[in-house]
């Protein structure tokens, strides 16, 4: 136990001061505007040479520097929320290897060094949603590996179709255009569309959650959903030589549909994967818009209080038995004061609550899409997924918080002190991340101009989305029981379209394929016609044999009946 406690403890000190250094160096190249390609000559052999490359940028330093300090509090928290496992050392190593894929995507220049780290994601989220080896685990499992291989087999082809460049250093070619460029965005724009959980590709986010609460976090907030932003946010200035209508409309469809399936969830890690897909939809449609520094800007502070709710979630979760239903979780305030604080302080910056880390993204995504645009239904898209950020959130503090004792009579209810430790430091970011990144990535402030009723309507969808929120908690049989309610649970029938619909008939087409093609013709004509042929016959034999009492008289009646006619 106390090899494995140092183990944690060491990970976590070591990513947290890569983390500061990190970050100190990103802003020193914001600042004096530098960009360093570092090449690594690994291997020489016969006028061969074999490179490593790594791109160091404010953007590149300042992401990594975030994904290692939130990966440090994470694997703090690990040491208390994994302390009963008897494979403990195993998750951390696994953990670790899932940073450090992150961390190859992020520094790379170069698609063939951005897919080493790009299939670690995949095959390490797949070892960890798999880690509680049960049937529900292994479906998700597969479902969230064979998603993401879409998006690998996306940037694979890209690999290949970058050799009309001369290059794979895609770096090079962002500020060139040419008529086949049109064919390598569109396939970045799908691998972009499976990692970050994209329609038609967002069941497998929800279906992740089978893995343990701290991966949730680390998962949710900065590594694997984020991957996908991350490379569209690099391949953005190829996005503004063509009409991006299509894929704008279908990252605005998962921002609102995971909004509404939301607020009719009663599973609290679904709700927040719920608000995860939401809110990547946000950063991709105000990058398809064309502002790519502010979904960056919206993803680091999405990343500091979403892995805040998960780990309050997780503590939650803990102390209620391993349970996840929000409505076996009322009165919980009485007994964890300090991890509702939390709770209630990264929900609050989600929903955009001035002067919260995320009102400094998401209000000044809101206003320039409010200034730049004149299509009515973006606008009205958008104000509808601010409604129903509200709207789940205050309906899970309800729930969670303030709805009656609902709660299970015997129940353990503790705060252990190394979670409050790193929630500690989140919640210090959830508030102040916002204005901090915001007054470093502007060099001047972004002031906008609108009339009053411009200017109050974000106002106005936060206060409805509250008032609707906690009318359907208090209601919460009638949404359950609505077609309207099973639509919106099923986040639009995509997980029946995604797994039953699809293995089902293809499951048929491949076993007529084995019949037709595998057996061979010759199997059926040759070998087995003259065992089909006996079978029949030894069957009409056989029939004769145990019926022929019966099998005469009828032949009798049947004779009797005939002579009579």
């Known amino acids: 136990m106390l090899n494995m406690v140092s183990v944690y403890i060491l990970g976590s000190f070591f990513l947290f001061l890569v983390s500061v250094v990190l970050f100190f160096f990103g802003c020193l190249f914001l600042v004096n505007e530098y960009v360093v390609f570092l090449d690594w000559e690994f291997l020489s052999f016969s006028g061969c040479n074999m490179t490593m490359t790594f791109l160091f940028d404010w953007m590149s330093l300042i992401f990594v520097s975030c994904v290692f300090l939130i990966s440090s509090m994470v694997i703090y928290y690990s040491e208390s929320y994994?302390?009963?496992?008897?494979?403990?050392?195993?998750?951390?190593?696994?953990?670790?290897?899932?940073?450090?894929?992150?961390?190859?995507?992020?520094?790379?220049?170069?698609?063939?060094?951005?897919?080493?780290?790009?299939?670690?994601?995949?095959?390490?989220?797949?070892?960890?949603?798999?880690?509680?080896?049960?049937?529900?685990?292994?479906?998700?499992?597969?479902?969230?590996?064979?998603?993401?291989?879409?998006?690998?087999?996306?940037?694979?082809?890209?690999?290949?179709?970058?050799?009309?460049?001369?290059?794979?250093?895609?770096?090079?070619?962002?500020?060139?255009?040419?008529?086949?460029?049109?064919?390598?965005?569109?396939?970045?724009?799908?691998?972009?569309?499976?990692?970050?959980?994209?329609?038609?590709?967002?069941?497998?986010?929800?279906?992740?959650?089978?893995?343990?609460?701290?991966?949730?976090?680390?998962?949710?907030?900065?590594?694997?959903?984020?991957?996908?932003?991350?490379?569209?946010?690099?391949?953005?200035?190829?996005?503004?030589?063509?009409?991006?209508?299509?894929?704008?409309?279908?990252?605005?469809?998962?921002?609102?549909?995971?909004?509404?399936?939301?607020?009719?969830?009663?599973?609290?890690?679904?709700?927040?994967?719920?608000?995860?897909?939401?809110?990547?939809?946000?950063?991709?449609?105000?990058?398809?818009?064309?502002?790519?520094?502010?979904?960056?800007?919206?993803?680091?502070?999405?990343?500091?209080?979403?892995?805040?709710?998960?780990?309050?979630?997780?503590?939650?979760?803990?102390?209620?038995?391993?349970?996840?239903?929000?409505?076996?979780?009322g009165g919980v305030v009485n007994q964890l004061p300090f991890t509702c604080a939390c709770f209630c302080i990264s929900n609050l910056s989600l929903c955009g609550f001035p002067f919260m880390a995320g009102f400094y993204s998401k209000d000044i995504i809101i206003e320039t899409m409010t200034s730049s645009m004149d299509n009515f239904v973006i606008y009205l898209f958008f104000f509808i997924s601010v409604g129903t950020t509200v709207s789940y959130t205050f309906r899970s503090i309800n729930f969670?918080?303030?709805?009656?004792?609902?709660?299970?009579?015997?129940?353990?209810?503790?705060?252990?002190?190394?979670?409050?430790?790193?929630?500690?430091i989140l919640s210090f970011l959830a508030i102040f991340s916002g204005s901090m990144l915001s007054w470093l990535v502007f060099s001047m402030p972004c002031l906008f101009f609108f009339p009053f009723h411009l200017k109050i309507m974000p106002l106005v969808f936060v206060l409805l989305g509250a008032w609707i929120g906690i009318e359907l908690s208090s209601r919460a049989k009638l949404m359950s029981g609505l077609v309207f309610g099973l639509f919106m649970s099923s986040m639009w029938f995509l997980t029946f379209l995604s797994t039953s619909m699809i293995y089902g008939n293809f499951l048929y087409l491949s076993k007529s394929y084995i019949k037709a093609m595998d057996y061979g013709w010759g199997e059926f004509l040759v070998s087995k016609s003259s065992l089909a042929v006996s079978s029949k016959l030894s069957q009409v034999v056989s029939f004769y044999q145990y019926n022929n009492v019966k099998v005469f008289l009828l032949i009798y009646l049947l004779m009797i009946m005939f002579f009579m006619i």
């Not at 949603?129 to 940037?155: H, P």
């Not at 520094?293 to 502070?301: G, I, Q």
């Not at 353990?412 to 790193?422: G, T, W």
């Open 82 to 329: 994994m302390v009963s496992d008897k494979n403990s050392v195993r998750f951390y190593f696994l953990v670790f290897l899932f940073v450090m894929s992150m961390m190859m995507m992020v520094i790379s220049p170069n698609l063939i060094s951005i897919l080493i780290g790009w299939d670690g994601l995949g095959l390490v989220s797949y070892c960890l949603v798999i880690y509680f080896q049960n049937f529900k685990s292994y479906s998700a499992g597969m479902l969230t590996i064979l998603a993401n291989r879409i998006g690998d087999v996306a940037i694979l082809l890209s690999i290949a179709w970058m050799l009309n460049y001369g290059s794979w250093h895609y770096i090079y070619y962002v500020g060139t255009w040419d008529y086949w460029g049109l064919y390598l965005v569109s396939l970045i724009v799908l691998a972009g569309f499976t990692k970050s959980a994209q329609i038609p590709f967002s069941s497998w986010l929800p279906a992740a959650m089978a893995a343990p609460t701290p991966v949730s976090s680390l998962v949710h907030s900065s590594t694997l959903v984020t991957a996908g932003v991350y490379l569209l946010i690099r391949f953005s200035d190829l996005l503004l030589n063509i009409n991006c209508w299509f894929i704008l409309g279908l990252s605005l469809m998962t921002m609102t549909m995971a909004g509404l399936s939301a607020n009719v969830e009663y599973d609290l890690k679904s709700v927040i994967a719920l608000s995860t897909l939401s809110q990547l939809g946000l950063m991709m449609s105000i990058l398809f818009l064309g502002f790519p520094v502010l979904a960056f800007l919206h993803l680091l502070t999405h990343a500091f209080f979403k892995a805040l709710l998960f780990m309050c979630a997780g503590a939650m979760i803990h102390c209620m038995s391993d349970s996840q239903d929000m409505r076996h979780m």
């Open 400 to 424: 969670c918080l303030f709805s009656g004792v609902n709660m299970h009579v015997c129940q353990n209810y503790a705060e252990d002190s190394i979670m409050m430790k790193s929630m500690i």
